[in-house]
């Protein structure tokens, strides 16, 4: 099954500043994915990083992933007013996704 | 190309009573996940489904919960004699096809009240 605990719990930040949030999991996984929630809706993938990459970006996204510490963490980069929702991690290797409680971003206008 | 589509949105129901849960995969998506999100939690996985078949149900409930997905319609999460602690988001997603690295989409969700 998928795996995740995200840190900090909230985060707030003025617009254009960088975010940085971060997953641990417990048990080896064969990728590790992110998703956001903006309030009242359902989650929304943004990226997948697989177990032998170390690093990806998508658009102002970037995520790294440690196997040996079993940790990955999500940049935004320029951040802004629209970035504000929760951020969920679930990193294992099949389709049961597993989230922790999530990193509720806001971005300051 | 419509996502996936969750009705009701918001659905009140007294104890004892049933609730019904629609979901309406992506178009070409044969796969559908059911999930629960309690207050200031994160999602938790409850069953798997594919067309007529129920892959995996481990983190459904022995008692009062079923679904299906039959092979025309929408997939339906049932709760039978509802009590206040189902009071919950359900969300549905779906994927086109099976696999730890597949992203799933996920729907709007039904937030369930029950008085």
């Known amino acids: 099954s998928q795996q995740g605990e995200e840190d900090p719990q909230a985060l707030s930040i003025q617009e254009g500043e960088n975010a940085t949030m971060n997953c641990s999991y417990k048990t080896s996984i064969n990728n590790l994915q992110w998703y956001r929630q903006n309030s009242g809706r359902g989650l929304v993938h943004l990226i997948l990083?697989?177990?032998?990459?170390r690093e990806k970006h998508s658009g102002r996204l970037r995520v790294t992933l440690d196997t040996s510490k079993k940790s990955s963490s999500l940049l935004i980069t320029a951040s802004r007013a629209a970035d504000t929702a929760s951020y969920f991690c679930s990193g294992g290797s099949n389709y049961k996704l597993t989230f922790g409680k999530g990193t509720l971003l806001t971005v300051n206008p | 190309n419509a996502g996936v589509m969750q009705n009701p949105r918001h659905l009140v129901r007294r104890r004892g009573q049933e609730a019904r849960l629609r979901c309406s995969p992506m178009k070409g998506h044969s796969h559908v996940y059911w999930y629960r999100q309690l207050p200031e939690e994160g999602l938790k996985f409850m069953v798997y489904?594919?067309?007529?078949?129920?892959?995996?149900e481990s983190g459904m409930p022995k008692e009062r919960f079923s679904a299906e997905f039959p092979k025309e319609g929408p997939s339906i999460l049932r709760i039978q004699q509802v009590v206040r602690g189902d009071s919950a988001a359900y969300f549905c997603?779906?994927?086109?096809?099976?696999?730890?690295?597949?992203?799933?989409?996920f729907g709007d969700g039904t937030r369930l009240s029950i008085l």
């Open positions: 997603a779906s994927s086109p096809r099976e696999g730890g690295d597949q992203p799933q989409h």
């Open positions: 489904l594919q067309k007529e078949n129920i892959i995996d």
């Open positions: 990083i697989r177990s032998n990459e």
